[in-house]
C-alpha cells in the first residue's frame, strides 16, 4: 500500500490510487513507527538504538541484584515469627557435674547384730548422692571375722564395727572428701574410712559393746505425788536415740538405795543415774552438764529434779513431799500433763508425764544440740 499525503493546495483530503484498502497497523508496526518519529513534545516516544538497550537491560539486572540482597536475603537468614510473645535465645552450654560411682564396703560383727551405726551413714549418703556428686554403685556387707574383713581391718587398723569403707575416684577436692573429716578418715590409697559409728558399736580392742546404757531410778516409795521417773527413759530413748541395757529401781530407803544416795551426794529425788555407755553419743556431755553431773566414775546423775513441770519431788535436806519449783508448781503445767525440763542455756524438753512407750514423741524446743546423726 503508497500512502501519498497531500502537501500543498489540497487542504484537508487524501487521495488514493484505485482498489486500494487502507488496513489499520498493526501493534509491532505502530511500537515501530513510534520509536522511530523524533520527539516534538511531552508527549512523543523516546527513540533507543541497540546499545542504549543493552545498557537498560544491564542497569535492571544490577538494581534486582542490589534490592536481593539488600532486602530479600536478610529476611529469609531471619527465624520464622513465633508465636505470641515467645523470643528465640542464644543456646547455652550446659555444663554437667561429673557423678562418681563409689563402692561401699560394711564391716559388721555378729556379737553386735543390732548395731545400727553404718547402716544410717549409708542412708544419708543415698538421700545426699545429688549433693555429693557421687552414685553408690555397689554396697557389700562382711563380718570382721570373715577374711575380707579380718583384712579390711588390719589394713586401715579400724578399731570399731560396725564401720565402713568407701572407695571410688575421688578427687581430693571433691564434695565428698571435703566433708568427711567429720565422719573419718582419708587414707593414703584414697579410701575413706568411717571412724566415728553412732553407738552402739562394739571396740574391737576390748571386745565390749559401747552405748547400751544402763539406767538406775532412785525413788522414794513415801512421795506418792512426785513425778513419774520413767519419763527420763523417753526422753533418752526418742530424743538421744539411746539403746538402754537395763533399767533398776532402788527406794531411798533400801540398802542400795542408801548407799546410792551416799555415794553421789544425791539430795533430791526422784532421780536417775546413766552409765557412763551414755558419754558415747554425740553432744549428750555437753547437755547433760545443764541438767546433772558427770562423776569420777564416768556415772552421769541427774540432778534438775526441781525443774520437772509436774508433780513433787523429796528434798532429802528437808524431807518427803516437797514442792517442785515454782515454774513446775503452776496450773498450766497441772493440766497439761506435761512435763519440761527446762536446761541452763534456755532450751528446753517436754515430755507427756504419763508417757511409757518408745513411741512416744517428745518435742523440743529451744536451741538444745542435737545428736549429729540419730537412728530414724
Known sequence: ???????????????????????????????????????????????????????LALAVILLGIVAYFAFIAPQAAQPSALAGNETISAPVNVVKTPITPVYITIIKDSVCNDCQGADYLVTALANNAALLEIEIANVDSVYSTDEKGVELIQKYSITRVPTLIITGKLSEDSKLVSSWVNFGTRESDGTLV????????????????????SVIE?????????????????????????????????DISSENGKALVSKYKITKVPTVILSNDASAYPNFDEIWSQVGSIESDGSLIFRAVEQITSGSYTDLSVGSGSSAAST?????????????????????????????????????????????????
Not at 566415728?196 to 571386745?207: A, G
Open 328 to 376: 513446775a508448781s503452776s496450773s498450766s503445767a497441772a493440766t497439761s500433763n506435761e512435763t519440761t525440763i527446762t536446761f541452763g542455756s534456755g532450751s528446753s524438753a517436754v515430755i507427756p508425764s504419763s508417757a511409757t512407750s518408745t513411741e512416744t514423741k517428745a518435742p523440743i524446743t529451744g536451741t538444745q544440740t542435737k545428736p549429729p546423726m540419730p537412728p530414724q
Open 218 to 250: 532412785l525413788v522414794d516409795a513415801t512421795c506418792a505425788d512426785c513425778y513419774n521417773v520413767s519419763l527420763h527413759q523417753d526422753l533418752l530413748k526418742t530424743k538421744f536415740a539411746m539403746r538402754l541395757g537395763g533399767v533398776s529401781t532402788f
Open 194 to 213: 568411717f571412724r566415728s559409728p553412732y553407738p552402739p558399736y562394739l571396740d574391737l580392742d576390748s571386745k565390749e559393746i559401747v552405748g547400751d546404757v
Open 1 to 55: 500500500m503508497v500512502v501519498k499525503k497531500q502537501t500543498s493546495g489540497e487542504s484537508g483530503s487524501v487521495k488514493f490510487k484505485p482498489n486500494t484498502t487502507v488496513s489499520a497497523p498493526t501493534q509491532s508496526q505502530q511500537t515501530k513507527s513510534a520509536l522511530s518519529q523524533p520527539s516534538s513534545g511531552p508527549s512523543s516516544s523516546i527513540a533507543l538504538g541497540k546499545n542504549e538497550m543493552v545498557l
